[in-house]
């Protein structure tokens, strides 16, 4: 069964809390990025292993395997856009149908543990590609495809928010330790 693809502009996030997941973009220290990002990995291979990962919990609700999917290729794609802002002042990103790539590349049949694996490989990427950036780099920018202006710093407030909802979307604590 397909989900109805999610329309929102979450850009929102980069200025005020999030009820759903608790995030509060207040709270993201420059210091603090890199390893957040890391630590945001934590836990889903215990996630990916129920036996009802693979299960969607309702018909508008991705399963467990497939958010760890998304999980996976956010970092990826995370890491990717924050190291084209690193070398190019400006940049543009390629449009990214996160829909799409979930039909397409199949999310709901692909192993659970190797998706657990990959997703600590790419959290542990796009962490280090953060702890690359130096203090004039935090102010260098980036454009989405549909006009949405970042900076490296709010780009990380983004992502961090993404990496920490999804986790409760599938049961896990924000960040590990909450």
Known sequence: ??????????????????????????????????????????GWEVALARPDATVR????????????????????????????????????????????????????????????GELATEATSFADAYRTVSDGDWVRTGLRSNGSAFTVESFAVYALHDLEHHRVDVGLAPRPGD
Not at 10 to 34: K, L, N, Q, S
């Open 1 to 42: 069964m397909a989900i109805t693809p999610d329309s929102k502009d979450w850009t929102w996030v980069i200025e005020r809390p999030c009820v759903d997941c608790g995030f509060d973009p207040a709270t993201v220290r420059r210091a603090d990025v890199a390893d957040r990002i890391a630590r945001s990995a934590i």
């Open 57 to 116: 919990p309702d018909e508008h609700t991705w399963s467990v395997l497939e958010y760890g999917c998304h999980l996976r290729d956010v970092h990826r794609i995370m890491r990717e856009r924050l190291l084209l802002m690193l070398a190019q002042d400006g940049a543009a990103f390629a449009n990214w149908d996160q829909d799409a790539t979930a039909v397409e590349d199949a999310y709901g049949e692909q192993d659970p543990g190797v998706v657990a």
